[in-house]
């Protein structure tokens, strides 16, 4: 798998969003992640619907919205993305998962199903038709600049596995959480498609915007 690459926004500088979105699609990043946080699913607050609408306006870039949130299938209603924007919620926040799952899917948007790390991957075997990514979160979600978790590495090469088992070898895994220049090969070798990239890559402000995303596809092997 190539690996594409989705920059987390909240690690853009929040005064001058558009400046990065703009950078973004000069370099050809795939895919923008909106985190949605609400202090109660995670303790922090983040990107809020008219915002995340807002980027979807003025971008053809995909968006890639996180919702970790209590109840995420309540704030679908507020949401106005475009076909093919992916909107992953958590198999923690919700009981009934398939429902929320097939609500994405009828507006047109790709499911993804997000685990946090101590969540075992046996939550996904009965809804593999209802999401098109798998998001492992490889840090314990709410806060950008964490150490990845080490055991999350054999995490990814299991659910890989576990897919590929079941004939969904299409669906691609996405990671979350300090996808590093050192950890991101890692987390591909392993069997990661999709690299969220915030404060350990992209948005590393000892990088720059421009550089952090050509020392990222570097790392991916793509430069
Ligand atoms: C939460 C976020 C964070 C963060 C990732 O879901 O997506 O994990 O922005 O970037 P790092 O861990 O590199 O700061
Ligand atoms: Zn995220």
Redesign the pocket.
Known sequence: MKGQISA?M??ADLLNMERDIRLMEKHHVELL?C?VMDRHFVPNLMMFPDMINRIAEVTQTPLDV?L?VEDPASILPSLKLREGDYVSLHAESTVHLQRALAAIRARGWKPALALNPATPLCMIEELLPDFDMLLL?T?N?G????KLIPQCLDKITRARKLLDDAGYAATPIEV?????LENTPKMMAAGAEII?A????VFDKRLGVEEGVKALRRSMGQA
């Open positions: 987390s909240m690690c992640h985190d996180h970790m979160m840090v979600p806060y950008s600049g964490q979350d959480g300090n996808c590093s969220v915030g404060s350990s890559s």
